[in-house]
């Protein structure tokens, strides 16, 4: 299954952590209703830390993948596109009359928000969608990865990152710096290189710096 960094960088937030420990004692916010709370953290409902990210849904007015569509009744004497079988979803109640549909991959995942009921609750019907000219790029790419795949939606440089968070993972489990370069730079590491390699102690500060950056708010650059 595709994976959202962003949620990646977030569910290891200790803000966000400590605040759904305060949340889930309130049954009133595991309802998966659009809870204005949320959007401090970009979500449209609270989500538990170790959920996957496929119950994750990102403030549609954040989220660069997000597009929106009318339901239309189906009209047989029109031609018309089936959204690729790959494909599967997941939906959410984000508001009184929205509603927003997940739609993913092994690869990568879109939100898609309609009005007046779930994208899925019926069939015979197809999606007028609203293309923006100042995104127009985005959108067409949303629609690629609808109808074609093959798309990467994601922003460059998600493998970097999910680097560094891994050695902020082994850093909060108690490894050392030291320990760290060890683990992950044994070609370069060695006691004697430790003491004197300015690089090797620069290069493990700077993915936990740089995984420490993400977590902490940055990640909305990702959406």
């Given at each position: 299954?595709?994976i959202?960094?962003?949620?990646?960088?977030l569910?290891?937030?200790?803000?966000?952590?400590?605040?759904?420990?305060?949340?889930?004692?309130?049954?009133?916010?595991?309802?998966?209703?659009?809870?204005?709370?949320?959007?401090?953290?970009?979500?449209?409902?609270?989500?538990?830390?170790?959920?996957?990210?496929?119950?994750?849904?990102?403030?549609?007015?954040?989220?660069?993948?997000?597009?929106?569509?009318?339901?239309?009744?189906?009209?047989?004497?029109?031609s018309?596109?089936?959204i690729?079988?790959?494909?599967?979803?997941?939906?959410?109640?984000?508001?009184?009359?929205?509603?927003?549909?997940k739609?993913?991959?092994?690869?990568?995942?879109?939100?898609?928000?309609?009005?007046?009921?779930?994208?899925?609750?019926?069939?015979?019907?197809?999606?007028?969608?609203?293309?923006?000219?100042?995104?127009?790029?985005?959108?067409?790419?949303?629609?690629?990865?609808?109808y074609?795949?093959?798309?990467?939606l994601?922003?460059?440089?998600?493998?970097n990152?999910?680097?560094?968070?891994?050695?902020?993972?082994?850093?909060?489990?108690?490894?050392?710096?030291?320990?760290?370069?060890?683990?992950?730079?044994?070609?370069?590491?060695?006691?004697?290189?430790?003491?004197?390699?300015?690089?090797l102690?620069?290069?493990?500060?700077?993915?936990?710096?740089?995984?420490?950056?993400?977590?902490?708010?940055?990640?909305?650059?990702?959406?």
């Open positions: 299954m595709y959202d960094v962003a949620w990646e960088c569910r290891r937030n200790e803000n966000y952590n400590e605040c759904w420990a305060l949340m889930k004692k309130d049954l009133g916010f595991l309802n998966n209703k659009y809870d204005r709370k949320a959007q401090f953290w970009g979500l449209t409902n609270f989500v538990d830390p170790q959920a996957s990210s496929i119950d994750v849904f990102w403030i549609p007015a954040l989220s660069k993948r997000t597009i929106y569509a009318n339901k239309c009744k189906w009209n047989p004497h029109q018309f596109m089936k690729r079988s790959e494909i599967q979803f997941n939906e959410c109640n984000i508001s009184d009359n929205e509603f927003c549909t739609l993913y991959d092994d690869q990568c995942c879109i939100q898609i928000i309609t009005q007046g009921g779930l994208l899925f609750a019926e069939e015979n019907y197809s999606l007028c969608f609203f293309i923006k000219s100042d995104d127009l790029d985005a959108n067409i790419d949303i629609l690629r990865f609808l074609k795949g093959n798309v990467t994601f922003p460059k440089g998600m493998r990152i999910l680097d560094c968070l891994v050695f902020y993972d082994l850093y909060k489990n108690g490894m050392s710096h030291k320990e760290i370069a060890k683990l992950k730079y044994p070609q370069y590491y060695s006691d004697e290189e430790w003491l004197v390699s300015d690089w102690r620069a290069r493990v500060r700077y993915k936990i710096k740089k995984a420490t950056k993400y977590i902490n708010g940055f990640y909305i650059n990702l959406l």
